[in-house]
């Protein structure tokens, strides 16, 4: 009879150890969630500028880096050479990540007609703000 008591105890111990590893886990993955949604929302509004016809708030919204390195004619050129810039509903990230106050995602843009486009974000924080400083597209998005 001691030897059942024994192995239920020793069934509840663990039993609650993986409960406890679960939630640990899940935590874990809500608290990286939380720290790229900021990223994730850069991102968005950038493209939701775009998709509204403002290039002009899109480029003043981005870090300082990628105004030096790009001007606002060039990022005009761009956006022209790539319509499809214009019709982004939204973006998925598959990958992320953060150092200091460099953050870097990966993922897939997400188009009016559902068509998803690769593409890596690199974004730096500026007072309190994080802001796009590059971004580049695996495959050429049209």
Known sequence: MKQHR?????????????????????????????????????????????????????????????????????????????PVLKTVTGSSFSSSQIENDVGILEGNLIVKSGTKIPIAVQLKKEVDEWKIVAYKFPKAAN
């Open 6 to 82: 024994g192995c239920k105890i020793t069934a509840i111990v663990l039993g609650g150890l993986v409960i406890l590893g679960v939630v640990a886990i899940g935590g874990f993955i809500m608290l990286l969630s939380l720290m790229n949604e900021p990223l994730k929302t850069a991102v968005d509004q950038h493209f939701a500028l775009i998709q509204a016809g403002n290039e002009r708030a899109a480029y003043d919204g981005t870090a300082v880096d990628f105004q030096a390195t790009i001007s606002y004619g060039d990022f005009q050129e761009f956006q022209q050479q790539h």
